[in-house]
């Protein structure tokens, strides 16, 4: 759809442009700002195209999976520098970000063609049961149908426009609407294209994949309010996700919203492991925390620890990481003065001391580093220092005893990820706190830190509220595949009109009488 | 907890009674009613014993089902005789209604043991991989918390105190406050007396289990307000669904909600079926109608059909049929009430016309059989005519050709089922209609009526909105059990910190690098 639509006649179709993040100038002619009639006109092709695109078979959806990133590596160096101009990113960063969007989508083209995510379930009829024959029942997931993606500024390309989204709700045979991110226009667009000419090549209905661009929220608000779109999935902040959630409830249907959205990570320092390497754990700390400018959803923005000498090494040594830590372009100027702001509450809040800060950087909006600390009480008595600060900021809760610690966790809202620092000896204490963990957080991981986001099976980036809109879910991982799809059953169809797969003799991996068969 | 509970001094508790449905009196003494303080302490209780509860194994929580099932069963003829009583429904009906009860729990057990329902998923680490070494992860499914399970009038055994909801959410290691439906509170006493048993004989904490009764809306509002909810599953009403569904997500932390509201449940008479066999199509459709009284959720409320001379037989016959239904008494006068107004609107509606009605009954509540038609146009000119009248009530719609019989059922809203009645001529026609189908209803079925759920691994008890608020789901078959679930992934735990089922040479169903292995 991207080359076809025109921009919209509506008063916002002013145009907008793509900034450069380091300079905060404009670069190039304006994009044509999509409106309503956009909205309506590839939400109706995304319905069009629905019953299509979901009855291709497995092979067929798998190798659009793989040529959508052949296409991506096509666009050759001019995406990577592109991407650097809008989002701020350096080279590497980005060069692995292509890496990961590309690896992603032969992930789930892998999961595709071994069927799983079909669920294929059968009961075989029994015709002598008394006193009523069991009727032949057969199951299979379907796509929920057209999905609007809501693309993410800090990862202009895995959470984007070919992102994780976008990945999953096609490996799902669901089609796509983007909202790209009004961030990186100029990347977008070029990412679409790669969709587009993977949608051609691969002979498959043009309206499968459309991708809407503009600034504010009204684009947004009219893609989630459209009657055709089925279910939504946004990466992005708290106040968006939420709106777009009360959004899509007040539809005459309500439909599912997979909203990633707010989190701080707890970081548990155990006391074994501050006493062993207390100094070493804050240098990595720091390094986890300024990484990227410090904007992944799954920065460390809460450090718990019990008080004692460890700790102490650990800030002094934090302390002198983060005074070394250079500044960072942020994504863009409204992220940077809202990073601005949560660091300015912090520090002027009563019960927060400043631990350090980051060097001072030269441009526009450079995100200098900052460490806060307070104590367990005072944190327990203030709901605003769980708040998240997107950025390379975190706040130190100093805590008396276990007790106390594990209070602030339980009292924490819910997480993408929870880690814990531990030593041998901190087993038995860690090992009190996983229960705790697990019904905070979607990913408990020790002696790591949270930044990494793996895309693999057993990845979970999801959690309970506010970490996303729906603890149930992942966003990250061939898992995410499984938000788009439903259960449909069919009770003695003839076989004429079974799904394929459903069909005796079919090689999908499957359950018969609830034993599973491969 | 049934036993221990005081009831409330708040003033909605003035106690209610057990109402014999045949005659509408009064039987035995006042039930306590609860209140806001039994909701919290059952809720305290759920939360206390939660941890405790989802630490069992497979085989310890199997054998628990079990007993709940065991439990029923050694109540003997006091709960058949007390649900006749309350419920009005027949012995046979009953008797049946506990062996499927029994019988899904024994279900869920094996599926428990199994071990598919956790989940596992293993990506062994890669130290070598470049440029960064791959972490170890390990995935798993974890309940989400307490359920509150809103009891069902309609099956007083199967969808009530141990039905369903409650057997999936124990089955998936949740703990469970159930809110008795008034209808049946000496019913419901029984089987929660069952369930606390079993809970005592198998050593498990008594607060993984509560009974709640009381009349109003009061009762079940503060349940599902209670922040140690975490979900919610409920049978019943659309007004009422949409009520609990408001009240969720307008919670501090908003939970799921599985309510199961509103459908009719479209039969599709296909022309050669009709040809063949019409006036036998139009015996058996009166009779899966009025089973029960049509208390069914899958009740056949909406017929759909081309006008001609087979359906012109079907229509004679279902009229004969009807006119020799007895009336049937129904569950509690206030469903007989709504039932009686939503006749009165269709026979008074002007562009309907009624066909038949059942036999007059004598004594209270005796619900009389009705069948109305109209035409396609008629139909899609009011939105009312496509609306639940639960009870022994169907309207057909007589559509001139193919095109309005697909544009009535694309304008239908969403339904638990959609039935075909088709000879084998009839098969192209039906291919055209089932893409059309899949997105509308959670179980497509052909030749038989949709009054029948069989309870096994292949059945979808759900569908699109409004027939369920989470077209994702079903309520009834053992894929119920995955609605209390939520995905924890584990990162470099070391072995004495991860649950056992995810370590080294565990033998649970599990995906290793997206491979299962059994």
């Known amino acids: 759809m991207t080359d076809t639509q025109s921009p919209d006649s509506s008063p916002a179709a002013a145009g ?5 993040a380091h300079s905060g100038a404009v670069v190039g002619a304006a994009f044509p700002t999509h409106g309503p009639n956009d909205v309506a006109a590839a939400c109706a092709a995304a319905e069009a195209a629905f019953d299509v695109y979901r009855a291709t078979d497995n092979e067929a959806r798998a190798t659009f999976l793989e040529r959508i990133g052949e296409e991506i590596v096509a666009l050759g160096d001019a995406l990577i520098v592109t991407a650097m101009r809008e989002s701020g990113l350096p080279r590497a960063r980005l060069e692995g970000e292509r890496g990961r969007t590309v690896g992603q989508l032969k992930l789930f083209a892998g999961v595709v063609r071994r069927g799983g995510w079909m669920g294929v379930r059968i009961d075989p009829a029994q015709p002598d049961r008394a006193p009523l024959p069991r009727p032949d029942l057969r199951l299979r997931m379907i796509p929920l149908g057209p999905v609007a993606v809501f693309g993410a500024s800090n990862f202009p390309l895995a959470f984007s426009t070919a992102g ?26 070029l990412v679409a294209g790669a969709i587009d000419a993977a949608v051609a090549a691969c002979g498959l209905p043009k309206g499968l994949f459309s991708h809407l661009v503009g600034p504010g929220n009204d684009l947004g608000s009219a893609l989630v309010q459209d009657p055709r779109i089925a279910a939504v ?28 959205m707010s989190s701080v990570n707890p970081v548990v320092l155990m006391p074994e492991a501050l006493k062993a390497r207390g100094a070493a754990i804050g240098t990595a700390f720091v390094g986890s925390l300024t990484m990227g400018a410090g904007q992944f959803c799954t920065n460390p923005g809460l450090v718990v620890a019990i008080d004692g000498e460890g700790l102490d090494a650990f800030v002094a040594s934090a302390a002198t990481a983060m005074a070394d830590a250079a500044a ?6 409204g992220i940077h003065a809202a990073y601005e702001q949560g660091v300015a509450a912090l520090a002027g809040h009563a019960d927060v ?38 950025g390379a900021a975190s706040l130190l809760v100093r805590c008396a005893d276990e007790t106390e610690l594990h209070a602030v966790l339980r009292d924490a809202e819910g997480q993408l990820t929870a880690t814990i ?92 009488d609830g034993v599973a068969v491969q």
């Open 16 to 20: 907008f442009h793509s900034i450069d």
């Open 328 to 333: 960072a372009t942020m994504l863009t100027g």
């Open 421 to 512: 620092q531990m030593d041998a000896g901190d087993t038995d204490a860690a090992a009190r706190l996983i229960p705790l963990l697990e019904r905070k957080a979607g990913r408990i991981l020790a002696n790591g830190w949270p930044t990494g986001v793996e895309v693999t099976h057993a990845m979970v980036h999801g959690g309970p509220f506010p970490a996303t809109s729906d603890g149930r879910t992942t966003s990250v991982g061939s898992l995410a595949i499984d938000r788009f799809l439903r259960p449909v059953s069919y009770q003695n169809l003839a076989t004429a009109l079974l799904p394929a797969v459903l069909r005796d003799g079919t090689d999908a991996p499957r359950l018969i």
């Open 353 to 390: 001391k400043t631990i350090a800060q980051g060097k001072v950087g030269e441009g526009v909006a450079q995100g200098q580093a900052a460490f806060f600390e307070t104590t367990a009480q005072q944190f327990l008595a203030d709901k605003a220092l769980g708040h998240e600060v997107f």
């Open 164 to 189: 994780g989204d976008t990945a999953s709700a096609l490996a799902a045979g669901a089609t796509v609407v983007v909202k790209g991110h009004p961030a990186h226009p100029a990347t977008g667009a």
């Open 233 to 260: 999935g946004f990466t992005g902040s708290r106040a968006g996700g939420l709106a777009l959630v009360k959004l899509a409830q007040a539809r005459a249907v309500p439909i599912p919203v997979y909203a990633e």
